[in-house]
């Protein structure tokens, strides 16, 4: 019997797909999310716009609160910890957590490094803006990718950028000859090997959701026409006006992405979505998505 | 022959590419009309709250339950077991189809660092040891005399048959072993071709 094998990892993302993991700070959040369809619940201390007024330092949650999330969820609990925070990683598999986000919603830990995710049992998350991210984060042993966008703004441009960078990225790469994949890899910073899967398959080797910015169906189910395969909620549901039924229509749209009469339908109807900021107006170290290396 | 993967929530494209690499012609099953034109279903690994909950919303639970009495051979992995049991233990309120008489215990060996892989002998499908992969996995803890065991696990059920419906707590759609995808599309085949006598 093997656990912690990066099949066992990879494989619970793949069980994620086509689904909303939704940002929960309290466990009646996270019943509401489950009851509304959620496939997963993020346990945070906050969720990432109130991480954003507050300023300061943001850090690994406090496990008592990520414990009484786990102890009523009977999905899967994921929880942040800090870029290059090893420690508290180790804490939160210790805890139990499902999965954990290697995040840059929460200041990183360490300027130079990431966590060696091999070292875990527990499957790992990170962020990625473009193809050589995402594939050096693959390479320190993710086992899913996710869009950055821009954490906590409700602004989904961001999101539908590093989607589309990735995508045109893999696309570039299956149109090159063998010989021009190294170098393709060195610009690109990403290891050789993945360089050549991604060439060779046309896909990232993990799961790729997308988030930062999602804040609406229409958000939801333009993400997955865009090609990722399932959707990350921050803040976008509880800072709404009414979160279990907007919760619900992100579910309902992730499933029928590609059926515009069934997201008009639940588009009907879910009172204000949350305050969005645009991205222009934030200084340029209030972008969460600069964080990582 | 066409059969459906229910499309969703979870790992429907990797049985999508599996039954497609044993030759079948697949579709994937979003909407209650969508079921009228299928010979059989798979409904994949994912999470049983997200299907089960879509399943009854979006009208499908109905369908795909009078189907089935007709006989229509269906196949649940991991997620797709707990939503056809009987009876989910711990959770009487959870949406479910309750096509097979087994009683379905959710995330029966712990959380994801327990999760694992394994290799099994299933005598139903030959010699050669089946690689397992239970993520997040349920057992069957309990089932009805005439619920056919296909495999254990540490004395619990985690492959078994009843008529028509067919269950495993792992997912054979993650390791590139096709032969589960064939027995089933072998059921789908029997079922088709009594039908075929029936006329």
């Known amino acids: 019997m093997e656990q912690g094998t990066f099949r066992v990892k990879a494989g619970l993302a793949e069980m994620l797909k086509g689904g909303v993991i939704m940002d929960v700070t309290t466990p009646e959040q996270a019943k509401i999310a489950e009851e509304a369809g959620a496939c997963a619940v993020m346990a945070l201390e906050r969720v990432p716009s109130d991480i954003r007024a507050a300023g300061g330092v943001a850090r690994m949650a406090d496990p008592t609160i990520i414990k009484r999330i786990m102890d009523v969820a009977t999905i899967p609990v994921m929880a942040k910890a800090r870029i290059g925070h090893f420690v508290e990683a180790q804490i939160l598999e210790a805890l139990g957590a499902d999965y954990i986000d290697e995040s840059e919603v929460l200041t990183p830990a360490d300027d130079a490094y990431h966590i060696d995710k091999h070292a875990f049992k527990v499957p790992f998350v990170c962020g990625a803006k473009n193809l050589g991210e995402a594939l050096r984060r693959i390479g320190e042993g993710a086992a899913m990718i996710r869009t950055k966008g821009e954490p906590g703004t409700g602004n989904v441009v961001e999101a539908v950028r590093h989607m589309r960078t990735v995508m045109s990225e893999i696309r570039r790469l299956q149109n090159l000859p063998k010989e021009e994949l190294m170098t393709a890899a060195k610009d690109m910073a990403a290891p050789y090997d993945l360089v050549c899967e991604v060439a060779r398959t046309g896909k990232l080797p993990v799961v790729n959701f997308a988030a930062g910015g999602i804040a609406t169906p229409a958000d939801a189910a333009l993400m997955m026409q865009l090609g990722c395969d399932g959707i990350f909620v921050g803040s976008g549901i509880f800072k709404s006006k009414d979160p279990a039924a907007r919760a619900k229509a992100i579910v309902a749209a992730t499933t029928y992405y590609n059926d515009p009469k069934v997201l008009a339908e639940i588009s009907k109807d879910l009172g204000e979505a949350m305050p969005g900021i645009e991205i222009s107006t934030l200084q340029a170290n209030a972008r969460m998505q600069e964080r990582g290396w | ?199």
Request: glycine share 10%; aromatic share 8%; proline share 5%.
């Open chain 2, 1 to 199: 022959m066409k059969i459906g993967v229910l499309a969703l929530q979870g790992a429907f494209r990797e049985h999508r590419q599996m039954l497609e690499q044993c030759g079948a012609d697949v579709i994937e099953v979003r909407k209650p009309e969508d079921v009228e034109q299928i010979d059989g279903l798979i409904i994949p690994g994912g999470e049983s709250t997200t299907i089960g909950k879509l399943l009854v919303e979006w009208g499908l639970a109905e369908r795909v339950k009078a189907r089935a009495q007709q006989g229509m051979p269906i196949f649940g992995t991991c997620a797709g077991l707990i939503v056809v049991a009987k009876e989910i233990i711990g959770y009487a309120a959870q949406p479910r189809l309750g096509l097979i008489d087994i009683g379905a215990q959710r995330n029966a060996y712990g959380r994801q660092v327990d999760s694992f892989e394994h290799e099994f002998t299933i005598p139903e499908l030959g010699d050669m040891p089946f690689k397992a992969v239970f993520i997040r996995a349920p057992y069957i803890d309990s089932y009805e005399p005439s619920v056919q065991v296909l495999a254990e696990h540490e004395g619990k059920a985690i492959f078994a048959r009843q008529k028509n419906i067919l269950v495993a707590s792992f997912h054979p759609e993650l390791t590139g072993d096709d032969r589960i995808h064939r027995y089933f599309l072998k059921m789908v085949q029997d079922s088709a071709k009594k039908d075929g006598c029936k006329r």
